[in-house]
């Protein structure tokens, strides 16, 4: 079983629709939670940090971390088409600077 | 100007030749990687540095090596470029534990290599 499941497949939604993503893991070690964004042609940028079980929000951005689920979130509202790219979830343990990434999902937004 | 850089960004070359990719950057990190990046796989790292002498593999370093020239510089090798090395390849850095988000890394632009 691989460390961080993320299912790849493309997702296609209408401009101001919910996108909602998710990964699991298998390590319930593991303590810090991230999700990148990446652009076409472009490296990865870091797009929401969260540390432990909770909810964080950041404008139209919320991340969950659900650690008894071994179960992590991303929902975008109000989608935008500048919102379409690839979003890869990432995670690591406490004290350890090597991250276990997700597949991506590319998500597009049609305007 | 960008705090990660990498050269080249393309670079097409024919099986068997050797290829170095470089990686600089002006963070100040002591941290830096060496990821690829496939199409359906994700990233996977492929060799790590934690300072100047420090060199780690990855979970697929066979048929890469590495070099940390300088805190600031970190190069990848293909000593025989082979078909399936075609892909993207990233470089990032991170701070030390003790720096406050000390976890994120950051990324290159990337560097399109397809061996023929």
């Known amino acids: 079983q691989k460390e961080v499941e993320q299912d790849p497949g493309p997702l296609s939604v209408p401009e101001g629709a919910i996108v909602s993503l998710n990964c699991t893991y298998s390590?319930?070690?593991?303590?810090?939670f991230m999700w990148y964004r990446q652009y076409s042609r472009k490296g990865p940028e870091l797009l929401m940090y969260t540390y432990s079980s909770g909810n964080k929000e950041d404008g139209r951005f919320t991340a969950q971390v659900d650690k008894s689920s071994k179960y992590i979130s991303l929902f975008i509202r109000d989608s935008q088409p500048s919102d379409s790219a690839t979003y890869l979830c990432?995670?690591?343990?406490?004290?350890?600077?090597?991250?276990?990434f997700g597949k991506g999902n590319q998500v597009v937004v049609i305007p | 100007d960008a705090d990660v850089t990498q050269t080249p960004r393309n670079r097409i070359t024919k099986t068997g030749k050797r290829i170095m990719l470089e990686c600089s950057q002006t963070?100040?990190?002591?941290?830096m990687y060496w990821y690829r990046q496939d199409p359906g796989l994700g990233l996977r790292l492929i060799y790590y540095s934690f300072d100047v002498k420090d060199i780690n593999k990855g979970e697929i370093s066979d048929g890469y090596s590495v070099s940390r020239q300088a805190q600031a510089k970190f190069s990848l090798s293909l000593e025989s470029a082979i078909p399936n090395q075609t892909a993207l390849y990233f470089c990032?850095?991170?701070?030390?534990?003790?720096?406050?988000?000390?976890?994120?890394?950051?990324f290159g632009p990337g560097t399109r290599l397809t061996v023929l």
């Open positions: 990032a850095t991170s701070g030390r534990r003790t720096e406050p988000g000390y976890n994120e890394q950051f």
């Open positions: 963070k100040g990190h002591d941290r």
């Open positions: 990432a995670m690591t343990l406490y004290g350890n600077n090597r991250l276990a």
């Open positions: 390590n319930s070690a593991f303590q810090y």
